[in-house]
């Protein structure tokens, strides 16, 4: 290995509190205790005749306004850091909420007054109304002004951490960033290590809902959470691991090195084609942002080549979108692009919805084998009964560039091929001096440690762990989260000198979305299906999505959804027919 950057780790995850390391629950308290000062100053100025509010100058009822008023101040500080002007904004936003709900609707409520906009309540609320916001104001400015006290006090140079165990996680997926933020906590209060992640991309990217952007229901950036902000005290270095030394422990990002004391390999998989041809080339995937927005673009891209297609056999194959592969990614990918297309098929007055054709190609018996047989069932007919057509127990023999070629010889022609059928660690994992599993997998023990390598541990995708009975686990993200949590646990212990202990885990449960507010669900045993699964799957994975801010932007985005056809902007440039992004086609070769 070329030595030309060693490249040191800086910041500690054992370091002291920063503005941004700042746990919720203390912001949350400094949010309270501001409400608090901030409440009883703003009762004891209240102007006679302030309506409900008079309620507050007795002294039980300082002390429920100042226990109702701490909830929102300990939203402002839960919401994340901010300056002065944010936390002012945020208070704003809160007092204006706070006054519609509460001002104008629950109070009234509880002393027995229908809720209205009767010029009377209007006017007492308007006086309400300035005072909540100046109190939402005040509540931000001093909550700032707390929260840059702290800051001052606790933020220190950066210390030099060359006396800790040096713990390098490779990949910021879902189990990458669960070592990191976990082992965050465990050195809350004193350094113990130095963690460094790397990661070939920056944030963290929340798959379950890739499928959504691919059909334009959630903007592309909001299902990824920025690993600087998810992990605040961990030192992230953007780049591709080129090469890892495991006997002198070092590895390679382009031309920096890093040495590590333990190393977490993290990396999750990739898309196989299993070496059929023209699946590469004509196919596109579904792993990363890019790819879902290429989905996206291509198909939208194809809509409009359709448009102006004359000849009626080219029409109909460019509005034939096939997706091999049956599990969770395929199924919930197909049911999303047929509601793309039939909500955007209003702006093409030359298309109609009988010439669209939806394809599913699955090797298997039944789709969605990791359910159990009968809401897989449910799933297929409600899918059929909505027009897509499910080849249940068909192999791929290949792609060409506008048809996807079946084994028995029979060609789908198809304006759009998505290949989900299969992944597995990257050529990266599969090429590193460790046991590997028939897919290249990292062997580890249950414990997570890599099997014949010292210090080498690996989780998530990546890793083949062992479930028993000679199984491993399966490669979901509840798995890959808890597996980073053990691993970091696990480091906690081996660097005190303590057992490692194995890891342990069921699966709780796994939902689907199938598109037109219908899902299927399997939760500890439970089965559920059509809009209550549904409703599930979005509350769950609404609640897991990494970060309040990205999910107030999904539940807006799904709001929008709901009142407004799906949106046709074209932000990237035009794809060309195998998906490749590239300059737009001149118009004669349409
Ligand atoms: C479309 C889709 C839908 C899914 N839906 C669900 C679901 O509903 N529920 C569920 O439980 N699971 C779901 N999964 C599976 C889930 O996404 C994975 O199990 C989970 O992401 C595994 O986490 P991980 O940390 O092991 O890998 P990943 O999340 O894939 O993270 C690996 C990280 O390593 C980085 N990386 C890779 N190679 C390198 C390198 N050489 N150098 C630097 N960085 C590198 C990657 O960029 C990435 O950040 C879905 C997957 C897909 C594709």
Same mark, same amino acid.
């Given at each position: 290995m070329t030595t030309s950057r060693h490249v040191a780790p800086a910041r500690s995850a054992g370091g002291r509190w920063t503005a941004a390391v700042r746990p919720p629950a203390v912001a949350a308290a400094i949010g309270v205790a501001v409400a608090a000062v901030v409440a009883l100053l703003r009762t004891a100025q209240l102007p006679a005749g302030m309506g409900a509010l008079d309620m507050t100058m007795s002294g039980a009822g300082v002390g429920v306004w100042v226990a109702l008023s701490a909830v929102p101040a300990a939203v402002i500080g839960l919401l994340g850091p901010a300056g002065p002007a944010t936390a002012v904004a945020r208070g704003l936003v809160i007092g204006l909420l706070w006054w519609v709900s509460w001002n104008l609707t629950l109070l009234p409520l509880l002393i027995g007054v229908r809720p209205g906009w009767s010029s009377a309540s209007v006017t007492v609320g308007f006086a309400d109304l300035v005072a909540t916001l100046l109190h939402g104001a005040v509540t931000g400015l001093g909550w700032s002004a707390v929260a840059a006290r702290v800051v001052g006090v606790a933020?220190?140079?950066?210390?030099? +951490? %060359?006396?800790? #165990? *040096?713990?390098? !996680?490779?990949? @910021?997926?879902?189990?990458? /960033?669960?070592?990191?933020? &976990?082992?965050?906590?465990?050195?809350?209060?004193?350094?113990?290590?130095?963690?460094?992640?790397?990661?070939?991309?920056?944030?963290?990217?929340?798959?379950?809902?890739?499928?959504?952007?691919?059909?334009?229901?959630?903007?592309?950036?909001?299902?990824?959470?920025?690993? +600087? %902000?998810?992990? #605040? *005290?961990?030192? !992230?270095?953007? @780049?591709?691991?080129?090469? /890892?030394?495991?006997?002198? &422990?070092?590895?390679?990002?382009?031309?920096?090195?890093?040495?590590?004391?333990?190393?977490?390999?993290?990396?999750?998989?990739?898309?196989?084609?299993?070496?059929?041809?023209?699946?590469?080339?004509?196919?596109?995937?579904?792993?990363?942002?890019?790819?879902?927005?290429?989905?996206?673009?291509?198909?939208?891209?194809?809509?409009?080549?359709?448009?102006?297609?004359?000849?009626?056999?080219?029409? &109909?194959?460019?509005?034939?979108?096939?997706?091999?592969?049956?599990?969770?990614?395929?199924?919930?990918?197909?049911?999303e692009l047929q509601d793309l297309t039939r909500s955007v098929l209003r702006y093409y007055p030359s298309l109609e919805a009988t010439q669209l054709r939806f394809v599913l190609v699955h090797s298997g018996d039944r789709i969605l084998p990791e359910l159990g047989a009968k809401l897989a069932q449910f799933a297929d007919e409600r899918l059929r009964s909505r027009g897509l057509e499910i080849m249940l127990g068909t192999r791929v023999r290949g792609a060409t560039?506008?048809?996807?070629?079946?084994?028995?010889?029979?060609?789908?022609?198809?304006?759009?091929?998505?290949?989900?059928?299969?992944?597995?660690?990257?050529?990266?994992?599969?090429?590193?001096?460790?046991?590997?599993?028939?897919?290249?997998?990292?062997?580890?023990?249950?414990?997570?440690?890599?099997?014949?390598?010292?210090?080498?541990?690996?989780?998530?995708?990546?890793?083949?762990?062992?479930?028993?009975?000679?199984?491993?686990?399966?490669?979901?993200?509840?798995?890959?989260?808890?597996?980073?949590?053990?691993?970091?646990?696990?480091?906690?212990?081996?660097?005190?000198?303590?057992?490692?202990?194995?890891?342990?885990?069921?699966?709780?449960?796994?939902?689907?979305?199938?598109?037109?507010?219908?899902?299927?669900?399997?939760?500890?045993?439970?089965?559920?299906?059509?809009v209550l699964a549904w409703a599930m799957w979005r509350v769950i994975y609404l609640a897991k999505l990494p970060g309040l801010e990205k999910r107030i932007r999904v539940a807006l985005d799904w709001l929008v959804e709901i009142a407004f056809p799906r949106d046709l902007v074209l932000a990237q440039e035009v794809p060309d027919a195998t998906g490749r992004l590239g300059p737009a086609p001149e118009p004669s070769s349409r």
């Open positions: 933020r220190g140079p950066d210390e030099d +951490r %060359a006396d800790l #165990p *040096r713990v390098v !996680v490779l990949g @910021g997926g879902f189990a990458g /960033v669960a070592v990191a933020r &976990r082992l965050e906590r465990l050195a809350r209060r004193r350094s113990r290590w130095d963690v460094t992640l790397v990661s070939d991309r920056n944030f963290l990217l929340f798959t379950p809902m890739l499928p959504e952007v691919a059909g334009g229901a959630v903007q592309a950036q909001h299902v990824g959470a920025a690993l +600087r %902000a998810a992990c #605040p *005290r961990t030192r !992230v270095v953007l @780049g591709r691991v080129d090469e /890892v030394d495991l006997r002198q &422990r070092v590895l390679r990002v382009g031309a920096d090195e890093i040495p590590y004391d333990h190393l977490v390999l993290v990396l999750g998989t990739e898309p196989t084609f299993h070496g059929l041809p023209g699946i590469a080339e004509h196919c596109l995937t579904l792993k990363s942002l890019p790819d879902a927005a290429r989905v996206r673009a291509h198909l939208l891209t194809q809509l409009e080549r359709a448009d102006l297609a004359l000849d009626e056999t080219e029409r &109909r194959r460019l509005l034939t979108c096939t997706v091999v592969g049956g599990g969770f990614a395929g199924v919930e990918l197909l049911a560039k506008s048809a996807l070629v079946l084994e028995d010889g029979t060609e789908i022609a198809s304006g759009t091929m998505v290949w989900t059928a299969g992944n597995q660690p990257s050529e990266f994992v599969r090429s590193l001096a460790t046991e590997h599993a028939r897919n290249g997998a990292v062997v580890v023990d249950a414990t997570l440690r890599a099997v014949g390598v010292e210090r080498v541990w690996a989780a998530g995708d990546c890793a083949a762990v062992p479930a028993g009975e000679g199984k491993v686990h399966p490669p979901t993200a509840q798995h890959a989260l808890r597996q980073g949590r053990t691993v970091a646990d696990n480091l906690a212990a081996v660097i005190a000198g303590r057992e490692p202990q194995p890891f342990r885990f069921t699966t709780i449960g796994m939902l689907a979305a199938l598109g037109h507010r219908t899902g299927v669900a399997e939760i500890r045993g439970w089965r559920f299906s059509g």
